[in-house]
């Protein structure tokens, strides 16, 4: 039994006992939690709950949606509308910023997520996740989209769900990053990684190395040097792990360092990279920053971008503080033409790369 143990709420209660809206954004988070336990119990069912698949269906980013991603997406709308703790909720899975219906009373914050990371992943029976992260709204009137394009530094609380072998919430409200258990048995999230520290050094890499042609040449120097290993500039062995779910990625590097990269590569000129600032990068970024790691396109702190659009791509680089500032010294180095000539086959033609603009 975890009587005596700080639940969720006691958790939020301790945290957030100031005054203003403070006893709102508890109480909002409370709700989300309630969200993530529908997600968690209907990703737990399998094949056994009928929520598997995908449906004829895109969504804005011009991806197939999955059963889950439309389920997911719905448990949090309803978990959060209802409550006057909101002013409106953007969702990787509406094109649109959701206005609270008539008859609900809006609040003070906006809640945008990212209701499944990692969709691909439910078919196969391997962890995915929920992003999610709280930005304040100040005005009355009911926000527009350019309300919610607030740098990630703006953020007064960020968090993921994973939904693993244990269901675990992950969150900040810019004390700390710590980490929750669902006890499924009592239906209550139990603090059991309180005030998590990534180390600042690390051997293990994560990235999608298929796009490996695609990459920038700072991106290659990095992957290719931790691929020496012991032999090369490094002097030491590195792992690498690709789980094609950005949230279990983040959840291994809290747990015990590391780095996750989906760098800015030349796959699709239009896109600056695969993931999307507001619901993916930017509170994950907040989560890593509040353990003690870095967050970086590679040439900026994720958390002082000015977000143009919702559903704007970033690239994305963190994890380990000395191994993000490695990488981010690497981009540096390339751009003075200081970096130490790195001919690929198939990048041989630098002049290429040195006229893209940079994010
Ligand atoms: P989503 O399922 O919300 O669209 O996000 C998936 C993201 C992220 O979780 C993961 O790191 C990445 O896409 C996987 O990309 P690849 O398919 O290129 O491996
Ligand atoms: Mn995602
Ligand atoms: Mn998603």
Redesign the pocket.
């Known amino acids: 039994m975890h009587l005596g143990r700080t639940t969720l709420s006691k958790f939020l209660i301790q945290q957030l006992a100031g005054a203003g809206d403070q006893g709102k954004l508890a109480a909002l988070l409370v709700d989300v939690a309630a969200a993530v336990k529908a997600i968690s119990a209907m990703t737990a069912k399998g094949a056994l709950g009928g929520f598997l698949g995908a449906i004829d269906q895109t969504n804005v980013?011009g991806?197939q949606q999955k059963k889950l991603?439309v389920l997911a997406n719905d448990a949090m709308v309803t978990a959060t509308e209802w409550g006057g703790l909101v002013a409106g909720l953007a969702s990787?899975e509406l094109d649109e910023p959701y206005v609270i219906p008539e008859g609900f009373a809006r609040g003070p914050y906006l809640l945008v997520f990212?209701p499944?990371?990692?969709?691909?992943?439910t078919d196969v029976n391997v962890s995915?996740?929920t992003?999610f992260s709280v930005l304040k709204h100040d005005r009355d009137e009911a926000p527009a989209t350019i309300d919610y394009l607030q740098p990630g530094a703006s953020q007064v609380a960020a968090g993921y769900a994973i939904y693993g072998p244990a269901t675990m919430l992950v969150l900040s409200v810019g004390q700390g990053t710590h980490g929750f258990t669902l006890d499924r048995e009592i239906g209550n999230f139990i603090l059991t990684h309180p005030n998590l520290a990534i180390p600042e050094d690390s051997s293990e890499f994560a990235i999608?190395t298929?796009?490996a042609r695609f990459w920038e040449p700072p991106v290659h120097r990095y992957v290719t040097e931790c691929q020496a290993g012991k032999a090369g500039e490094r002097g030491r062995d590195f792992n690498m792990r690709?789980?094609?779910?950005?949230?279990?990625?983040v959840h291994r590097i809290l747990m015990r360092g590391g780095v996750?990269m989906?760098p800015k590569d030349t796959k699709d000129p239009a896109k600056p990279g695969?993931?999307?600032l507001m619901y993916?990068a930017n509170p994950i970024a907040m989560l890593i920053e509040q353990a003690g790691g870095a967050a970086s396109t590679g040439r900026h702190r994720l958390l002082d971008l000015a977000p143009e659009q919702l559903h704007q791509r970033v690239p994305v680089i963190l994890g380990s503080k000395n191994e993000v500032q490695r990488i981010v010294r690497y981009h540096a180095e390339y751009a003075r033409g200081e970096d130490k000539p790195f001919v690929s086959p198939l990048f041989n033609e630098r002049s290429l790369f040195r006229t893209q603009e940079f994010l």
């Open positions: 980013q991806e991603d990787e990212d499944l990371d990692g969709s691909s992943n995915v996740g992003i999608n298929s796009n690709w789980i094609a779910s950005m949230v279990a990625e996750f989906y695969r993931l999307r993916e």
